[in-house]
């Protein structure tokens, strides 16, 4: 067994973790993601009355613009941040497919920092992630590879066709 195969094992030995994460869809139903076993991701925290919420439009481009090749932008309302995310589930569904026109999956509000942090969140950024360490605002951006493993971590302030964010995505969808 060469290194690369070993490293390759433990990635994938970690990505069930990940997926099997339990979520619930903006609609309320249960969902992983696992449920996107084999396709390139983006997670993204995001917010309605953020700075950053112009950052809807980008997502979307990026996702319709790649989602044939096997890649989906998943969004996950956040309130952490300054009260920015005040609706409810309803009132954010409405406002992203009115005003953005999305229709990258969208999941039910979650915490992204403190004690009531998520799972997903918790795995994304704790101790054990390869990119450990707090989100510290909205728009934040993990990429996660076809077999569940954080591959890279973007600020808020990278932009959804930023060319290092668009470089990472295309080489994460390069691998077999």
């Not at 094992?9 to 609609?27: C, F, M, N, R, Y």
């Not at 990429?143 to 295309?170: H, M, N, Q, W």
Request: charged share 25%; proline share 5%; net charge positive.
């Amino acid at each position: 067994m060469t290194l690369a195969a070993g490293i390759a094992t433990v990635s994938a030995a970690d990505a069930p973790t990940l997926q099997g994460i339990p979520l619930k869809t903006i609609e309320g139903k249960d969902a992983t993601l696992g449920d996107y076993k084999g396709k390139v991701l983006l997670v993204v925290n995001v917010a309605s009355q953020c700075g950053y919420t112009r950052q809807y439009a980008g997502l979307q481009s990026l996702h319709e613009k790649l989602k044939d090749k096997g890649f989906t932008v998943l969004g996950f309302p956040c309130n952490d941040f300054g009260g920015q995310e005040p609706g409810t589930e309803a009132e954010i569904q409405k406002f992203c497919s009115t005003k953005y026109k999305v229709t990258f999956p969208m999941f039910a509000k979650v915490a992204v920092k403190g004690a009531s942090k998520h799972p997903l969140y918790e795995a994304l950024t704790g101790k054990s992630s390869p990119v450990p360490g707090d989100v510290k605002w909205n728009f934040a951006k993990f990429l996660v590879g076809k077999d569940g493993a954080v591959l890279k971590r973007f600020d808020s302030g990278t932009e959804p066709d930023d060319a290092e964010l668009l470089k990472s995505i295309d080489e994460a969808l390069a691998v077999k």
